[in-house]
């Protein structure tokens, strides 16, 4: 790459991450939902010490309490506070997927590729959300990352404790962390088996996974009874709903996806076909990366499957990053098919900057409240009468009670 092609780069990955900032920052106070409310108020504002040792429900993303606790230490006990961390993995997983996509190919798949979560409505949402879903997909990129460099660079102790120490945070942000190593050690002995790389290379991957479950169990030995009876008991998420039947969830899914994107049902089709091509591509040219990439999201659907656990997509928010890398890729295919050589990049990225421009459209969805109880609350008050008593029930009493405190 010359000079001026490395500048380029940069000030178009700077622009992605600029727009990316205002899109997140905008609003990011506004309407905390049920979940958020529960971080906030069970977890985020007791001691760190009592954080690290207290897991009496998935609800507590032991790492996003952590940080959580420390933002709102900073700047107080307000949405912002609690939703920062939050927002800046956000950001930090769009310059993650660029850097991911680098080394499965273009630089200018992994600029697009940015450039679509940067104005995602998607993205956009879970930047704004007090959870730990971004932080757990920026690790996730950025582990998978160095296991791909390692595999095609050869065995480096710096990379295995590396890969070791990000995927272990990942797993103590979100316990589903743990199955995307487990999947990628299952890919690491497939190949060890098969002959799919060098012996030492694919040895020094195995001891980089071992080092993660490690990490991951000496972070999580403070609660380890408690974890177990939070995933044996009704409360883990055993219960028969029908957040745990594949057909909701397959529903949910594609309906969700057809609110929230220009063109609604057909773009989500035309979506599709691209994928299938993006898949076809990157299995021929990066057989071991895209393994490492769709391993993960396999293995956690049965897992969910199998246990009868609530099918929520959020639990797959990880693989977002993979995913538009995946379009991408699709994209440049069709591309090759209306054009010279020579200019496919250049008509992929006029193509990119109009499905971006239209993807923004979408976005000011996801700045509205949530769940908005602090406008219920408001309409209550202002239609009641005197001697009107107000009653709220189950869950409902944890945002009117211990947040709002009315």
């Known amino acids: 790459m010359s000079t001026a092609d490395g500048r380029n780069e940069r000030v178009w990955l700077a622009v992605i991450l600029v727009v990316g900032a205002f899109l997140r920052f905008h609003d990011l106070g506004n309407g905390l939902w049920l979940d958020e409310i529960v971080t906030m108020v069970r ?47 956000g950001m930090a997983s769009l310059w993650a997927v660029y850097w991911f996509a680098k080394s499965v190919g273009r630089v200018t798949e992994g600029l697009i590729a940015a450039g679509f979560l940067a104005v995602s409505y998607h993205h956009v949402w879970f930047s704004q959300n007090a959870r730990g879903y971004t932080a757990l997909m920026f690790f996730t990129l950025v582990g998978t990352g160095l296991l791909v460099r390692m595999l095609d660079t050869g065995p480096k102790r710096s990379t295995v404790l590396a890969y070791g120490g990000v995927m272990a945070l990942a797993v103590y942000t979100h316990l589903t962390g743990l199955l995307i190593v487990v999947s990628h050690g299952a890919v690491v002995l497939f190949l060890i088996a098969s002959g799919g790389g060098d012996r030492g290379t694919l040895r020094a991957a195995l001891a980089g996974v071992c080092t993660s479950m490690i990490l991951s169990l000496l972070l999580y030995l403070p609660v380890l009874g408690q974890v177990a009876r939070v995933f044996t008991s009704e409360d883990g998420g055993s219960i028969s709903t029908i957040w745990s039947s594949g057909r909701w969830f397959v529903r949910t899914l594609f309906s969700g996806l057809g609110e929230s994107l220009p063109g609604g049902g057909v773009t989500v089709v035309v979506a599709l076909v691209i994928v299938l091509l993006g898949l076809g591509s990157l299995a021929r040219e990066a057989p071991r990366a895209l393994a ?29 990053g993979f995913a538009s890398i995946i379009v991408v890729r699709g994209g440049f295919v069709v591309c090759g098919w209306l054009a010279p050589p020579s200019t496919v990049p250049r008509l992929a990225t006029a193509g990119a900057g109009v499905l971006m421009l239209l993807s923004l459209v979408m976005v000011p969805k996801a700045w509205a409240p949530k769940q908005d109880f602090t406008g219920a609350m408001e309409w209550v008050e202002s239609n009641r009468d005197p001697e009107d008593a107000v009653v709220t029930l189950g869950y409902g009493r944890i945002p009117f009670e211990e947040y709002l405190r009315t």
């Open 43 to 89: 977890y985020a504002t007791l001691p760190a010490s009592k954080i690290v040792t207290l897991f009496d429900s998935q609800n507590n993303h032991v790492l996003y309490s952590l940080m959580a606790h420390s933002s709102m230490q900073i700047f107080g006990e307000t949405a912002i506070g609690l939703r920062l961390p939050a927002m800046v993995f």
């Open 292 to 320: 490492l990439m769709l391993g993960p999201v396999v293995l956690t659907g049965i897992a969910l499957i199998v246990t009868e656990h609530n099918l929520w997509p959020r639990f797959f928010f990880f693989a977002v």
